[in-house]
Nanobody, 124 residues
Framework: QVQLVESGGGLVQAGGSLRLSCAAS????????TGWHRQAPGKQREVVAS???????NYADSVKGRFTISRDNAKNTVYLQMNSLKPEDTAVYYC??????????????????WGQGTQVTVSS
């Protein structure tokens, strides 16, 4: 099973920057979707940035121009660079990757894995 481990969250003042990392482990054959989601207290989880089919990036309107998603395929790691942070960016951030993994004996299966979440707190 593909597992994701996140790091990089923390407390930062408004206007500051943080970079989140999400390292994937397992027998990944291909990746269809890579995304960062966030959930603030009392709110629904939302996608803030994603890479589809390895080339197409999308951002929520609220983070456009401030956040950048990137992927290092050699390291199986996804990053979210967050600049000009605002108090409203405070949330738990989750990475999500889905695709196809090798399951042994010449078999493959789809996977949809999530990280454990990392807290980002932006003070005003």
């Amino acid at each position: 099973q593909v597992q994701l481990v996140e790091s990089g969250g923390g407390l930062v003042q408004a206007g500051g920057s943080l970079r989140l990392s999400c390292a994937a482990s397992g027998s990944i054959f291909s990746i269809s979707f890579t995304g960062w989601h966030r959930q603030a207290p009392g709110k629904q989880r939302e996608v803030v940035a994603s890479i589809t089919s390895g080339v197409s990036t999308n951002y929520a309107d609220s983070v456009k121009g401030r956040f950048t998603i990137s992927r290092d395929n050699a390291k199986n790691t996804v990053y979210l660079q967050m600049n000009s942070l605002k108090p409203e960016d405070t949330a738990v951030y989750y990475c999500n990757i889905n695709g196809i993994e090798y399951s042994g004996s010449s078999n493959y299966r789809t996977f949809d894995s999530w990280g454990q979440g990392t807290q980002v707190t932006v003070s005003s």
